[in-house]
């Protein structure tokens, strides 16, 4: 019943900028923490950024300064708005939501491409 939906990835030029979107269902979207991830090939599944239901936000070390996560509990999405990216950022981006009761859901992820 819980869905998350994420979009907006897509093929960028180095120093270019690219705007994910995760859309959730199911549950009380205001209440609930949201996250970041991205994966490449042959790497570990790391964190990108984070949100909580205050709206206090953290970033891994590589996206500071140039990414920004943010919500819309009235459109149940939370953002995540990426600048001068780089090619080390090409990733499967995915969307994690956790609930009030501390129960993860993920999306099925998005491709972002940093590429010349």
């Known amino acids: 019943q819980v869905q998350l939906v994420e979009s907006g990835g897509g093929l960028v030029q180095p120093g270019g900028s690219l705007r994910l979107s995760c859309a959730a269902s199911g549950s009380i979207f205001s209440r609930n923490a949201m996250a970041w991830y991205r994966q490449a090939p042959g790497k570990q599944r790391e964190l990108v950024a984070t949100?909580?239901?205050?709206?206090?936000?953290n970033y891994a070390d590589s996206a500071k300064g140039r990414f920004t996560i943010s919500r819309d509990n009235a459109r149940n999405t939370v953002y995540l708005q990426m600048n001068s990216l780089k090619p080390e950022d090409t990733a499967v981006y995915f969307c994690?939501?956790?609930?009030?009761?501390?129960?993860?859901?993920w999306g099925q992820g998005t491709q972002v491409t940093v590429s010349s």
């Open positions: 949100i909580t239901s205050g709206g206090s936000t």
């Open positions: 994690k939501m956790t609930t009030f009761w501390f129960v993860d859901y």
